[in-house]
């Protein structure tokens, strides 16, 4: 059994930072790549930020340069720092991570986290 648990959201002005996290567990060989997507209320799911297992990584348009997603593979995590948010930022943020469990599996398996909500107000 595979576990990703987010932390770091909550209530942030805008122009200020957050960093989310996402801690992946369990029954784990490797983890190929991982990412953060988001999802604002009456919008479909969004790719935000994705990095692969060899650090080459990818950004939505709308948060290149404030966003940026790196992951410690040691401790099976990955992170989103977020500066200059904006009210438009406001989601649900959930990780997501291709994982292979074991030895003998071929292909990876997408697992997703609880998600975390960010609210940018004033």
């Known amino acids: 059994q595979v576990q990703l648990v987010e932390s770091g959201g909550g209530l942030v002005q805008p122009g200020g930072s957050l960093r989310l996290s996402c801690a992946a567990s369990g029954s784990i060989f490797s983890i190929n790549a991982m990412g953060w997507f988001r999802q604002a209320p009456g919008k479909e799911r969004e790719l935000v930020a994705i990095?692969?297992?060899?650090?080459?990584?990818n950004y939505a348009g709308s948060v290149k340069g404030r966003f940026t997603i790196s992951r410690d593979n040691a401790k099976n995590t990955v992170y989103l720092q977020m500066n200059s948010l904006k009210p438009e930022d406001t989601a649900v943020y959930y990780c997501?991570?291709?994982?292979?469990?074991?030895?003998?599996?071929?292909?990876?398996?997408?697992?997703w986290g609880q998600g975390t909500q960010v609210t940018v107000s004033s």
């Open positions: 990095i692969t297992s060899g650090g080459s990584t």
């Open positions: 997501n991570a291709d994982i292979i469990p074991d030895y003998y599996s071929v292909f990876p398996t997408a697992y």
